[in-house]
């Protein structure tokens, strides 16, 4: 409508971080923490031994499950915490309006990037041969028995300048500077936000555009390779060419899903009455609109590895289909992931009411937690995998975690950049 | 058919002033016509109450349409018509068919919508169009009000009324 009337809202609104929710968060991590347990002492007690002579020689430790499943939340949290800032930026090198009082919801999730550093880092020393066959220093020498040479190729990629089968140097020196300059970013998005809180003006603005369209080139570059180190190299002689993007995309859709849920939270206690059913309609739009987009580079990744038809390609998707243990969640994942809010979300109606959204949002992010898993254990765990007690437990003790620190970052600042230039044209949005 | 037809016609130089203008009259019990403007007036179906378009449900069905087609088409082909190993895989290897019924899906959508949309707006080919006033094509905002939809009203009140909405100009125009 153009009836662009007095707004007179509260723009000095700050999350209160109470401590009732900050109770139920503290109680699923209870749960998941009791879940764990529970699966670990499963994992030590029960399963595996008869396995212990089969062919291969590997026999296979509880503890390997355990660094699985840090490997697939690592992965997966990351990806929500670094979308969070990656749709900020967007916001900003579009020149975007509609969503202005929502930019400081979207950048909380950047809060859990230094935590997820620590984590991926922490868990690759710990894991290494556990996780990463490519970490082997038998598979670089041309004398063993075991000399891999597709691997010994690909080498250099993980251990350069270094001798190859030594100290990943590369490898981590990638996903140190990763993570730094994704803080950084994410830091300095923080300060000129802040900045502009104080002082007004647009200056902010453009050199917020600025910083986020030196982000986005980085991160073009820097999501796609972290998904062939962290994900892709586990099964080391596989590849994909668009493996980064199907990565990026299952990052981008829990991402959008945690934005609009933690939107239709806040929206539910009160706050961000500004954001109104048009908002929450662009909102879903984007969780409809990526959920085909995942899909459409799922099916790719499927379609031309089976019509090719070539033994190295079609190893990835036989090991999955044909395995008794994650045949059944190919079709969940994409049940989950494509049909559900294909279905779910394809009326306008649907995705202009919370309770649509807050239902395939959830599920959403289960779904994409799922196309992790099948990423990840297939490579690491074969038969051994599956979903437990220690896969529910982890999944919950890392989402409540991620809960917390982002619900507290978001509680330490203003919710609404108060002297965003665009917010008068954010309350008059209307689709 | 051949009856003439009498509009009155408001002409409005502002945008802002015309979705006043078409509340006020709606609101004195005047049914408009049709609003012509130059660009999409943003608001302007909300303000004349129109219903939402069903255009999607056309889509949606010729978009199945489009689907069924497809997959019978390569089916038979495969596995009757022509049958030949791609792949090593079998005569009928579903998703070898998604691209293909992908693409038939948007193409019958994407044509179904314009048909349809091109019948239910009169914008068949051989439509003669009314025009009402041609600087609705340029910098005036046209409301038009059928005489005959508004008998209970005499036309001298109707002009009174679009007077007082904000209008520049009243003209009246008729068509054979």
């Given amino acids: 409508m153009a009836h662009h009337g007095e707004h007179h809202y509260n723009l000095e609104q700050r999350f209160d971080f109470t401590a009732a929710t900050k109770k139920s968060i503290m109680t699923v991590l209870v749960i998941g923490a009791i879940l764990l347990g529970i699966g670990i002492v499963l994992a030590m007690t029960g399963g595996g031994h008869e396995e212990a002579g089969e062919a291969g020689g590997h026999a296979f430790h509880w503890y390997e499950r355990l660094y699985a499943n840090l490997w697939i939340n690592n992965v997966f949290f990351t990806g929500i915490a670094i979308v969070g800032v990656f749709f900020f930026a967007i916001q900003f090198a579009a020149q975007a309006g509609w969503s202005a009082p929502l930019i400081r ?183 409809f609109g990526f959920s085909i987009f995942w899909t459409y580079l799922w099916f790719s990744q499927f379609l031309l590895i089976y019509y090719a038809n070539i033994p ?46 807050k239902l395939v949002c ?52 203003n919710l609404i950049a108060k002297n965003h230039p665009m917010l008068v044209e954010s309350y008059n949005h209307h689709i | 058919m051949e009856r003439d037809t009498h509009f009155i016609l408001g002409v409005y130089d ?62 038979y082909m495969m596995r009757f018509d022509w049958p030949m190993i791609i792949g090593g895989k079998d005569y009928a290897a579903f998703p070898d068919f998604i691209p293909v019924s992908f693409e038939m899906t948007v193409l019958l959508a994407a044509f179904g919508m314009v048909g349809v949309f091109m019948i239910s707006s009169n914008l068949k080919p051989w439509a003669q169009p009314r025009i009402f006033d041609l600087r609705a094509t340029d910098d005036k905002h046209i409301m038009a009000i059928d005489i005959a939809n508004n008998s209970s009203l005499e036309v001298e009140k109707i002009k009174e009324i679009l007077k007082s909405s904000g209008a520049t100009e009243i003209n009246k125009k008729s068509f054979e």
């Fill in chain 1, 312 to 357: 190295e390609e079609t190893v990835y998707f036989v090991e999955r289909l044909t395995s008794d243990v994650y045949g059944p969640f190919i079709f969940v994942n994409i049940g989950l992931n494509f049909f559900l809010p294909f279905l779910v979300l394809m009326t306008r109606d649907a995705k202009r009411h919370g309770i649509f959204l």
């Fill in chain 1, 105 to 287: 919801v979207m950048l909380s999730f950047g809060n859990w990037l230094p935590i997820a550093a620590v984590l991926m880092i922490g868990t690759f020393f710990l894991a290494n041969h556990d996780l990463f066959h490519w970490t082997h220093s038998y598979l670089f020498d041309k004398n063993d028995p075991q000399y891999d040479s597709i691997i010994d190729g690909k080498g250099a990629f993980f251990y350069w300048p270094m001798e190859k089968g030594t100290f990943p140097v590369f490898y981590v020196a990638r996903m140190i500077i990763f993570f730094g300059f994704w803080v950084f970013f994410f830091n300095k998005f923080k300060k000129i936000s802040d900045q502009e809180d104080q002082l007004g003006g647009t200056s902010h603005w453009f050199k917020m555009r600025s910083w986020a369209a030196y982000f986005l080139v980085f991160f073009a570059v820097s999501s796609s390779i972290s998904a062939w180190d962290w994900v892709m190299s586990i099964d080391t002689h596989w590849f994909s060419t668009l493996f980064g993007w199907y990565v990026f995309a299952s990052w981008f859709v829990s991402g959008l899903s945690a934005i609009t849920l933690l939107t239709i939270f806040l929206k539910g206690r009160g706050y961000l009455e500004m954001i109104n059913q048009n908002h929450i309609h662009d909102l879903g739009k984007f969780v």
């Fill in chain 1, 362 to 413: 959830s599920i959403l992010l289960v779904g994409h937690w799922i196309d992790f898993f099948l990423m990840v254990q297939p490579g690491t765990l074969g038969h051994n995998g599956g979903i437990g007690f220690m896969e529910v437990g982890m999944f919950l003790v890392y989402g409540s975690a991620v809960a917390l620190v982002v619900l507290s970052g978001l509680a330490k600042k």
């Fill in chain 2, 14 to 75: 502002d945008e802002d002033v015309l979705l006043h203008a078409v509340e006020k009259v709606r609101g004195s019990g005047v049914k408009i016509h049709e609003v012509y403007s130059p660009y999409p007036v943003h608001g302007l179906e909300h303000v004349l109450g129109y219903k939402r378009s069903r255009l999607p449900i056309a889509a949606f069905l010729f978009g199945m349409l489009g689907t069924s087609l497809a997959l019978t088409m390569q089916f």
